[in-house]
């Protein structure tokens, strides 16, 4: 089975500050992805990585970054934490891109930005 | 851009009754992929059915089928026989196929399956 992690699922921060949200998947994975989820607006593409080092703005990348070091690692930087950032974010992965390829998705991590 | 409408926020439904959710979307493409994801309640968000835009049988898996209507741009989820696992939130989504297999999700809808 496909397995992918986050670090936290919960996240307490304070305006101002970086935020570190880690994403590791276990299956060898071509694509990653990060969404936020906020209710009545389903899931929103924030970043994704479709190769080590390589990276694509989604729908909504103000306010983020991403670093992809390693193929199985995909991690979201929020370089100022804003409480507008209070969010469910979650992680997914996929092995190939393009096609009817299931995204796998990590738990969430609800963050609270006071 | 291509948008995706879930115009139901919530349902709820008996155990062993069956519910239909609705899904549309807006695309000027020929070809496309449609996916239902469940979320269950605390729960990692899982496939639940995906079709093929160019593929005219309505995709099913076990409990769950679909309703395609590729003109009027409908992509509605059956759940038949519902089960209290059934509880969760349902997003429809869409992905062009592109190299980058991006989804567009619609707003979802919260399935509550009452005994």
């Known amino acids: 089975d496909v397995k992918v992690t986050q670090s936290s699922r919960y996240l307490v921060k304070r305006t101002g500050e970086k935020v570190f949200l880690e994403c590791v998947q276990d299956m060898d994975h071509e694509n990653m992805f990060w969404y936020r989820q906020d209710p009545g607006l389903g899931l929103r593409l924030i970043y994704f990585?479709?190769?080590?080092?390589?990276?694509e703005k989604g729908d909504i990348p103000e306010g983020y970054s991403v670093s992809r070091e390693k193929k199985e690692r995909f991690s979201l930087i929020l370089e100022s934490a804003s409480t507008n950032q209070t969010s469910m974010y979650l992680c997914?992965?996929?092995?190939?891109?393009?096609?009817?390829?299931?995204?796998?998705f990590g738990p969430g991590t609800r963050l609270t930005v006071l | 851009a291509q948008t995706v409408t879930q115009s139901q926020p919530e349902m709820s439904v008996q155990e062993a009754e069956t519910v239909t959710l609705s899904c549309t979307y807006d695309?000027?493409?020929?070809?496309?992929?449609l996916f239902w994801y469940k979320q269950p309640p605390s729960r990692q968000m899982i496939l639940v059915i995906r079709q093929e835009a160019y593929k005219q049988q309505n995709a099913t898996e076990n409990r769950f089928s679909v309703n395609f209507q590729k003109a009027a741009k409908s992509f509605s989820l059956k759940i038949s026989d519902s089960q209290l696992g059934d509880t969760a939130m349902y997003f429809c989504a869409f992905m062009k196929p592109t190299i980058w297999g991006k989804l567009q999700f619609g707003a979802g809808t919260q399935v509550v399956v009452t005994p």
């Open positions: 990585s479709y190769d080590v080092k390589m990276k």
């Open positions: 695309t000027s493409e020929n070809n496309y992929y």
């Open positions: 997914a992965s996929s092995l190939i891109a393009g096609g009817p390829d299931t995204q796998y």
